[in-house]
């Protein structure tokens, strides 16, 4: 079964998912909260030289020098691929899933007693 994510649900899934929420309470990552920042165990170097900024909704590794969205972070620390790192999020959040246009035009059509052929 194939299935595709439409680019505005994989934004709502990056930034309506508090990247600090996921990473202590659903991927139970070590974190602590050190300077007054959220700091994680790194899952890529097992360093703490971490933050997330609220603003954009990454954390992010100093040591590694890289930027974790959350579809990443469950991906690098789940070892899920994308598709399953997805359906982990939406789960989380119970995104309904966006409306297509064109079963609702389908069914407009049905509903006056003249589908489209
Ligand atoms: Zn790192």
Same mark, same amino acid.
């Given at each position: 079964?194939?299935k595709?994510?439409s680019?505005?649900?994989l934004?709502?899934?990056?930034? !309506? ?17 050190? %300077? ?5 165990l ?7 030289? @971490?933050?997330? !900024? ?12 890289? !930027?974790f969205? @959350?579809? %990443? ?10 598709? %399953?790192s997805?359906?982990?999020?939406? !789960?989380l ?7 297509d246009?064109?079963?609702s ?7 006056i007693g003249?589908?489209?052929?």
């Open positions: 079964m194939k595709k994510f680019s505005r649900e934004f709502e899934l990056r930034n !309506n998912i508090p990247v600090e929420m996921l990473i202590k309470d659903q991927l139970q990552l070590p974190s602590k909260i050190r %300077d007054g920042f959220f700091r994680f790194c899952p890529v170097c097992n360093e703490f030289q @971490t933050a997330v !900024n609220p603003a954009t909704n990454l954390a992010r590794c100093f040591r590694c020098e890289k !930027n969205n @959350t579809i %990443d972070l469950v991906i690098k620390v789940r070892g899920y691929g994308f598709k %399953d997805v359906l982990f999020l939406k !789960n959040i119970g995104i309904v899933p966006i409306q246009t064109v079963p035009i389908a069914k407009l059509a049905a509903g003249r589908p489209m052929t």
